[in-house]
């Protein structure tokens, strides 16, 4: 059994971070295997975090090859967005399962309305500053509660912002990485991580965004917005039916 525990996550975590180290939603193939293979709700969340700490480290560390980051951008959201993630930590104890679960769904809507409507809230944040920060401490109030799907809806921020899916794509995964190593010293404090499921699900999400950041790169910003679609409308479906 823990042979096959193991190969399915190391599996699965590679599939996950191929998508999901350019656009998120690591969690909607990570979770439901933690959940199947016994892991209680709360420490698959405090588990899964720090698989993504992992998957957004790699991503990072590939995409630095292939393009610089904004750092001028990067830095000041991720620190805004850990600090408020930190403090959504608190919020976990307070949600039951339904309400985790319907409150996804929602965030993942309105990231499907803002990646339709991509071109026109390009650049609004030049305009007015104040409306990336509230979506962004909003965000990060949802990353430290549950967080599933926040990388993707997060990757709007920097495009308020003017930047391009290519480039938004190394601030998003800078804010990611800030958030994941803060919220996952405090789930760690709480004892709510499991190292034995946690290791093979590294070694799979490490491989996977690797070449995932490669494709995205390649490919550019139609591919990227595309997979973003495919992405939320899978995730929707599968938070409904399960």
């Known amino acids: 059994m823990e042979i096959l525990r193991t190969l399915t996550f190391l599996i699965g975590g590679f599939v996950a971070a191929l998508y999901a180290s350019s656009v998120g939603g690591m969690a909607f193939i990570v979770m439901p295997l933690l959940l199947f293979f016994g892991l209680p709700i709360k420490e698959a969340i405090g588990t899964g975090r720090l698989v993504a700490l992992a998957m957004s480290g790699v991503a990072l560390l590939q995409y630095s090859r292939h393009e610089k980051i904004h750092h001028k951008t990067a830095i000041p959201l991720a620190i805004l967005f850990s600090v408020i993630s930190y403090f959504g930590t608190f919020i976990l104890k307070y949600l039951t399962d339904t ?5 996804a769904v929602g965030v993942m809507l309105a990231a499907l ?3 339709a409507f991509s ?11 104040v409306v990336v920060a509230i979506f962004t401490i909003l965000v990060g109030i949802y990353m430290g509660a549950f967080g599933m ?15 391009t899916f ?10 990611i990485f800030l958030s994941c190593l803060v919220t996952s010293w405090v789930f760690f404090k709480e004892g709510l ?3 034995t499921f946690a290791a093979p699900l590294i070694l799979g999400v490490s491989a996977g965004s690797w070449v995932g950041i490669g494709w ?9 917005k595309v997979l973003i679609y495919i992405v939320l409308i899978a ?8």
């Open 119 to 129: 071109k026109k809230i390009r650049f609004i944040g030049k305009k007015n500053i």
């Open 216 to 224: 995205s790169m390649e490919k550019g910003d139609k591919y990227i």
């Open 99 to 103: 309400e985790m679960k319907y409150l």
């Open 193 to 195: 991580i499991d190292w």
């Open 149 to 163: 799907g926040a990388g993707t809806i997060l990757i709007f921020a920097p495009i308020m912002l003017g930047f």
């Open 235 to 242: 995730s929707i479906i599968q938070l409904l039916v399960s």
């Open 166 to 175: 290519r480039e938004a794509i190394g601030i998003n995964q800078s804010m």
């Open 113 to 115: 309305f803002l990646n």
